[in-house]
C-alpha cells in the first residue's frame, strides 16, 4: 500500500536516486550534481528553501514532489513544482496524481495564487498527464534561462 506523507531527511538519499532515475529518462544525468549533503542544508538548514512530499510503499520511496515558494511580481506567492518523479515501474497507477494533488493543498493552504512548473517539450507522458488532470495553461512565449556559477 503506497502512502503519502512529508518527507523527511532520512529519505534524501531514495529522493536522490529517484532524481537520478529521471535524469536518465531525460538523457541527462551527467548534470545532476546535487547529492544528499546539499540537499540536507538546502532542506533542513538553518535556511531550508525547498519541501517535499514523499509516496512510500514498505519503507520504499517509490516517488517526490519537490516543491519551493517563489514570487512574481505580477501574480505575488506562488509554488513552483521542481520535480514530480515517480519510479518508472509504477507509472501510470495514480501515484503521480496523488503526489500532484499534496502539492496542491499546501499551494492552497498557503494562499499561493497558483502553482508553477515546467516540462519538456517531447515528454509526451508528462504532457498528456497535466493535460488529463489538470486545467494546465502551457506557455509557448517565455524562453527559459540560467547561469550555472
Known amino acids: ?16 536516486d529517484l532524481i537520478k532515475e529521471l535524469a536518465i529518462y531525460e ?4 548534470e545532476v550534481e546535487n547529492s544528499v549533503a546539499q540537499m540536507e542544508m538546502d532542506g533542513f ?5 525547498f519541501d517535499f512530499y514523499v509516496a512510500v510503499n514498505e519503507d520504499l520511496v517509490v516517488g517526490t514532489a ?3 515558494t517563489r514570487y512574481s511580481t505580477w501574480k505575488g506567492k506562488r509554488l513552483y513544482l521542481e520535480d514530480l518523479v515517480v519510479k518508472e515501474s ?21 494562499q499561493c495564487t497558483g502553482m508553477m512548473w515546467q516540462v ?16 494546465t495553461h502551457f506557455s509557448h512565449e517565455w524562453i527559459n534561462c540560467n547561469i550555472d556559477f
Open 1 to 16: 500500500m503506497i502512502t503519502i506523507r512529508k518527507g523527511q531527511q532520512k529519505d534524501l538519499a531514495q529522493v536522490l
Open 27 to 30: 538523457k541527462a544525468l551527467e
Open 45 to 49: 538548514g538553518k535556511s531550508a528553501i
Open 66 to 68: 519537490i516543491y519551493y
Open 90 to 110: 509504477l507509472r501510470r497507477q495514480g501515484v503521480g496524481k496523488i503526489l500532484f494533488d499534496e502539492v496542491l493543498k499546501t499551494a492552497k493552504a498557503t
Open 120 to 135: 519538456l517539450d517531447w515528454n509526451e507522458m508528462a504532457i498528456n498527464f497535466y493535460k488529463k488532470h489538470y486545467p
